[in-house]
């Protein structure tokens, strides 16, 4: 499966500076010092089993991982005896190159527009008809860069926001429906009516959720979506 340019040179960046040093079976490590604190340990496995791991310099010599060779397994035990945990691992998602075109083409599903500030109380009656849980994994925001809702019978029963994505020329997508419309299309509409509009204005639509997030994923790949892999970073209550 063929993604674009846009996203193969934003993940290869991490693992494309410094000093790469080959490890064994499709694991390699890159110590790089332009990695941000809060990304001085970044690792993605890509759905081909490839697993490329950066660390900084700092990090590289605390772990004692500047010398020797390195399995992905042995990385991760060495991470854990230095007392450095990463987050879970998130899934990534997005669309072929060979969709977006077609995408674009697609009209929005009937009752799926985008919102604005004027939704705002049907928004509200929609947060209020959602889990807490499923709110805070969802990250769906009216005030984000996009929003995109679908109603049935007048009310606002999913929607899904986007927002640029660290600098990057990516758009991250979130997704909520309410328990009971689930099952009926709405995630799929509204993710396939924000991911062309992102594409519209120059983004790349990106998908993420946790492994365990069975639903989440099962979402992305009824909206069109192909896996790209797994990536973690580096916990922020790591030693």
Do not use: K
């Given at each position: 499966?063929?993604?674009?340019?846009?996203?193969?040179?934003?993940w290869q960046t991490p693992f494309a500076h410094g000093e790469v040093l080959p490890?064994?079976?499709?694991?390699?490590?890159?110590?790089?010092?332009?990695?941000?604190?809060?990304?001085r340990v970044t690792v993605l496995t890509t759905s081909d089993g490839t697993v490329?791991?950066?660390?900084?310099?700092?990090?590289?010599?605390?772990?004692?991982?500047?010398?020797?060779?390195?399995?992905?397994?042995?990385?991760?035990?060495?991470?854990?005896?230095?007392?450095?945990?990463?987050?879970?691992?998130?899934?990534?998602?997005?669309?072929?190159?060979?969709?977006h075109a077609a995408l674009q083409r697609e009209a929005a599903a009937d009752g799926?527009?985008?919102?604005?500030?004027?939704?705002?109380?049907?928004?509200?009656?929609?947060?209020?008809?959602?889990?807490?849980?499923?709110?805070?994994?969802?990250?769906?925001?009216?005030?984000?860069?996009?929003?995109?809702?679908?109603?049935?019978?007048?009310?606002?029963?999913?929607?899904?926001?986007?927002?640029?994505?660290?600098?990057?020329?990516?758009?991250?997508?979130?997704?909520?429906?309410?328990?009971?419309?689930?099952?009926?299309?709405?995630?799929?509409?509204?993710?396939?009516?924000?991911?062309?509009?992102?594409?519209?204005?120059?983004?790349?639509?990106?998908?993420?959720?946790?492994?365990?997030?069975?639903?989440?994923?099962?979402?992305?790949?009824?909206?069109?979506?192909?896996?790209?892999?797994?990536?973690?970073?580096?916990?922020?209550?790591?030693?």
């Amino acid at each position: 499966m063929s993604f674009t340019p846009t996203i193969t040179r934003y993940w290869q960046t991490p693992f494309a500076h410094g000093e790469v040093l080959p490890g064994e079976g499709r694991f390699s490590l890159t110590i790089n010092a332009d990695l941000g604190e809060d990304r001085r340990v970044t690792v993605l496995t890509t759905s081909d089993g490839t697993v490329r791991a950066a660390v900084t310099p700092a990090l590289a010599e605390r772990a004692g991982l500047a010398t020797g060779t390195f399995s992905a397994s042995s990385f991760r035990a060495r991470l854990a005896e230095t007392g450095i945990t990463v987050h879970d691992p998130d899934n990534l998602f997005y669309f072929p190159e060979s969709e977006h075109a077609a995408l674009q083409r697609e009209a929005a599903a009937d009752g799926v527009r985008r919102l604005t500030a004027s939704d705002g109380a049907a928004f509200a009656a929609f947060e209020a008809a959602a889990p807490e849980a499923d709110r805070d994994d969802a990250f769906v925001e009216l005030d984000h860069w996009a929003v995109v809702g679908a109603f049935a019978a007048g009310r606002l029963v999913s929607a899904a926001s986007a927002y640029p994505w660290r600098d990057a020329p990516v758009a991250d997508i979130g997704v909520l429906t309410v328990p009971d419309s689930r099952g009926r299309g709405h995630a799929r509409a509204v993710v396939r009516a924000l991911s062309a509009y992102a594409l519209g204005e120059g983004y790349e639509p990106q998908y993420r959720c946790q492994l365990d997030n069975v639903a989440s994923a099962a979402t992305a790949r009824r909206a069109g979506l192909t896996l790209f892999g797994t990536w973690e970073v580096v916990s922020p209550d790591s030693a």
